[in-house]
């Protein structure tokens, strides 16, 4: 980026000398991106992947959302003070070798440890971005099971309910809905010690994680609009990475337990019954 526009965004989004935590930092992804623009930033970023991250961020730490005692010693590498939490890793949908218990177990059960243990770090002020997706846009109706996974919030208990409901959690689209609802429960008790907590959900968007799945849509013009709505393209990983920068920046400091539909107008179509068409008539 040219300095005096570097400069002027620096002032705006005010993460110069912030400690950053950010999961699913490495590679080419939203994670990787928001990742990048944080070091452009000035932001000192603790990266957290499964993969070893070549960006220079100031520490990079190995963690597998999988398993319990990966992320437990991630978490205890990270500063004992933390300005920011972003949380950008996860496994992908239909499509993925995993199973819907690994990728509930990474995408929820991984997160919310992680975040939980890292919450008594979080400076007042701080905040928490959560990368969720537009497939858990049906939360709503499925609040009560949901609400009954987050009372339990030990891993292993929460892990044994995902074995013990194979009919309800089919793996992404629930681990999604499950974000969305983990962050609206937790804003008010973290409202109390001025720790804000958000959720993008992107629409469909051109990732590493993404790429074997789509080769497929793009043969099948119906299964195309679905996914791509209005706009006709998907987003590329830098229009998920900025409104990610957005909430976790002074700009949002008075939003909390939200969650923002990024995927140009395509939420609201549905919401309003509208064909997913991107022509008109």
């Known amino acids: 980026m040219k300095t005096v526009a570097m400069e002027l ?4 989004f005010d993460y110069e000398g912030k400690t950053v935590v950010v999961t699913g930092a490495a590679g080419t992804g939203m994670g990787g991106v928001t990742t990048k623009y944080l070091i452009e930033l000035g932001a000192d970023v603790y990266a957290l992947d499964i993969k070893e991250v070549t960006a220079p961020v100031k520490k990079y730490i190995a963690c597998d ?11 205890k590498q990270v500063p004992a003070k933390i300005d ?24 929820f059960i991984g997160h919310r440890h992680l975040t939980e243990m890292l ?6 002020g701080g905040a928490i971005a959560i990368i969720s997706s537009a497939g858990g846009r049906g939360w709503r109706l499925r609040i009560e099971i949901i609400k009954e996974l987050l009372e339990i919030t030990d891993w292993d208990k929460a892990y044994a309910w995902l074995e013990a409901h194979p009919d309800v959690n089919d793996g ?31 629409g469909a968007t051109t990732t590493p994680m993404f790429n074997d799945y789509w080769a497929g849509m793009m043969s099948i013009p119906e299964a195309l609009n679905a996914f791509q709505g209005y706009i006709g393209r998907n987003a590329t990983p830098e229009e998920m990475a900025w409104p990610l920068l957005f909430l976790n920046s002074k700009m949002a400091s008075y939003l909390s337990g939200e969650n923002i539909n990024v ?19």
């Open 172 to 202: 992404y689209v629930f681990s999604k809905e499950c974000l969305i609802v983990y962050a609206k429960w937790r804003a008010p008790e973290l409202a109390r010690r001025d720790i804000r907590i958000n959720c993008i959900s992107p």
């Open 9 to 12: 965004l620096k002032k705006v």
């Open 65 to 75: 959302l999988m398993k319990k005692e990966s992320v437990e010693r991630a978490a």
């Open 263 to 281: 995927d140009y107008g395509k939420t609201g179509g549905v919401d309003l019954g509208l064909s997913l068409s991107p022509t008109a008539g």
């Open 84 to 107: 920011c939490l972003f949380n950008c890793a996860g496994n992908p949908g239909p499509g993925s070798p995993f199973t819907p218990l690994e990728t509930t177990t990474v995408n």
């Open 119 to 124: 919450i008594p770090q979080l400076v007042s």
